[in-house]
């Protein structure tokens, strides 16, 4: 499985980024996609989630009611939409595919495969 990872870039505090995350493998509607971000000495941190239906979705409470995470199995891709971003945003964002659903979607360790990052930056 390789996950590719897009659309992180900078934007202003208020503002919305949508990224994406396009995964290979027959077997994507199978996967719980998450999202982790990290930021600047900091751990990596659990964002959100979503099943393999797309029907039970998961936010860090840093982000609920601000972000929103979708899937698309058609496509293979899964998508976090971002706004009223601030600069604690800030941060590379990384997707991760959980092969075997354990329910604990928060946690680094359980996810199987990493995409490679992408940069948000929120300026003030």
């Known amino acids: 499985v390789q996950l590719q990872a897009s659309g992180g870039g900078l934007v202003q505090a208020g503002g919305s980024l949508r990224l994406s995350c396009a995964a290979s493998?027959?077997?994507?509607?199978?996967?719980?996609m998450g999202w982790f971000r990290q930021a600047p000495g900091k751990e990596r941190e659990f964002v959100a989630a979503?099943?393999?239906?797309?029907?039970?979705?998961y936010y860090a409470d840093s982000v609920k009611g601000r972000f929103t995470i979708s899937r698309d199995n058609a496509k293979n891709t899964v998508y976090p939409q971002m706004n009223s971003l601030n600069p604690e945003d800030t941060a590379v964002y990384y997707c991760a595919a959980e092969l075997d659903y354990s329910g604990r979607y928060n946690l680094v360790y359980e996810y199987d495969y990493w995409g490679q990052g992408t940069l948000v930056t929120v300026s003030s």
């Open positions: 979503i099943s393999w239906s797309g029907g039970s979705t």
């Open positions: 493998g027959r077997t994507f509607r199978s996967y719980v």
